[in-house]
């Protein structure tokens, strides 16, 4: 799979250790500063060691509920999850889980699940953007937009919308660029930043 002359895209295999490794490791490093993730580990020593935990967590349920996408150069990668119209019947606590198997003693890996799920629309089939991670040195490249144009040019021949929440003012503005709109007010995490909750209808 390829978009642009030079960015060629390939499925990660939940079963290809080399590949979810070096996405855990990209995920590590491209968020490590962003504002949601330093306000999930305030203590920079503590995020140092657990916050690829939680980056490794993501790509778990990415590749059990939708799929995870990387550059051949490997400075790049998108987890899509592929969401219902309705959840499924007696689903387990997933923040509840998640706290329980990144870290424990931590709540707010469980409240930044309970509050972007209080977000997140529910009525449509849509695919999810969970998370998407450039390399610091690539990044403001376009390296992001080639990686999503794939996923979004199959939304809109299939009729399916897209969501995501963007972690910062920055990037919404780059996301708007791609056809997605903001879906009512920012959420504010307590006494942390705001997170931008997005909506693409399928031709945006």
Known sequence: MSTEPGTDIRRVEPGDEKAVE???A???EAFQDDPVSSWVFPDPAHRRATHRHLMRAFLEISLAEGHV?????????????????????????????????????????ELIGRLTGSVHPHGRAHTYLLLIAVAPD????????????????????????????????????????????????????PDGPLMYPMWREPGA
């Open 22 to 24: 070096a996405v855990v």
């Open 69 to 109: 996408d990387l550059t051949g150069d490997g400075t790049a990668t998108a987890l899509w999850i592929d969401v219902p119209a309705e959840p499924e019947e007696g689903e387990e606590d997933g923040p509840a889980q998640l706290r329980a198997a990144v870290d424990p003693a931590n709540e707010r890996v």
């Open 26 to 28: 990209l995920l590590d």
């Open 138 to 189: 690539r990044q403001g490249q376009g390296a992001g937009a080639a990686l999503m144009a794939p996923v979004l040019e199959r939304c809109d021949r299939e009729g399916l919308p897209a969501y995501l929440e963007a972690s910062s003012a920055r990037s919404s503005v780059l996301y708007e660029r791609l056809g997605f709109v903001h879906l009512g007010e920012p959420l504010r995490l």
